[in-house]
T-cell receptor, first 108, second 113 residues
């Protein structure tokens, strides 16, 4: 079983739309959670950390449900520049476990 | 501030050859990590250094892979001899002591023919 499972998408949305997707993680001992963004043939870049209380960073909202071992990301008012692969990441001590990524394409 | 750098960006070698990848972490980052993404799979942890010491190499696939970080600055990852299944993108990341955030380098794309 994969440590982090994500819907691969692709999610194809028009500019200005809201898109939401999620992932699940299998290791209940995971301590920290993140969303990373990866552009084609580039390195993963930290988008935001995810907290149980839910947190927002501009147009991005992330939520963690520890009971269900479920993490979500919502993007409001999508921009063309939001097109990327979004990687769900669970961390235990220093070790990051990545999902395979959810591809989002925002069209004009 | 310079980010994590990796060299080379691409490497194409034949099966049985040796390849050495290099990673320079962000200055002052004691923690250095190697990860790998093989075709169609997720990024997976290979190993973790704190300064020059290997803390965890549980993700290393087999003994054909050797990582070093002499002097606690840059790190090298050697694959000897390379096999076809070693093809993929090798990422290096670094972090400051006591923090969760890992910063990734651009990766080395390794192709074994």
């Amino acid at each position: 079983r994969k440590e982090v499972e994500q819907d691969p998408g692709p999610f194809n949305v028009p500019e200005g739309a809201t898109v939401a997707f999620n992932c699940t993680y299998s290791n209940s001992a995971s301590q920290s959670f993140f969303w990373y963004r990866q552009d084609c043939r580039k390195e993963p870049k930290l988008l935001m950390s995810v907290y149980s209380s839910g947190n927002e960073d501009g147009r991005f909202t992330a939520q963690l449900n520890r009971a269900s071992q479920y993490i979500s990301l919502l993007i409001r008012d999508s921009k063309l520049s939001d097109s990327a692969t979004y990687l769900c990441v669970a961390q235990k001590t220093y070790k990051l476990s990545f999902g395979a990524g959810t591809t989002v394409t925002v069209r004009a | 501030e310079a980010g994590v750098t990796q060299f080379p960006s691409h490497s194409v070698i034949e099966k049985g050859q040796t390849v050495t990848l290099r990673c320079d972490p962000i200055s002052g980052h004691d923690n250095l990590y190697w990860y790998r993404r093989v075709m169609g799979k997720e990024i997976k942890f290979l190993l973790h250094f704190v300064k020059e010491s290997k803390q965890d190499e549980s993700g290393m696939p087999n003994n054909r892979f050797l990582a070093e970080r002499t002097g606690g600055t840059y790190s090298t990852l050697k694959v000897q001899p390379a096999e076809l299944e070693d093809s993929g993108v090798y990422f290096c990341a670094s972090s400051q002591p006591g923090t969760d955030t890992q910063y990734f380098g651009p990766g080395t794309r390794l192709t074994v023919l």
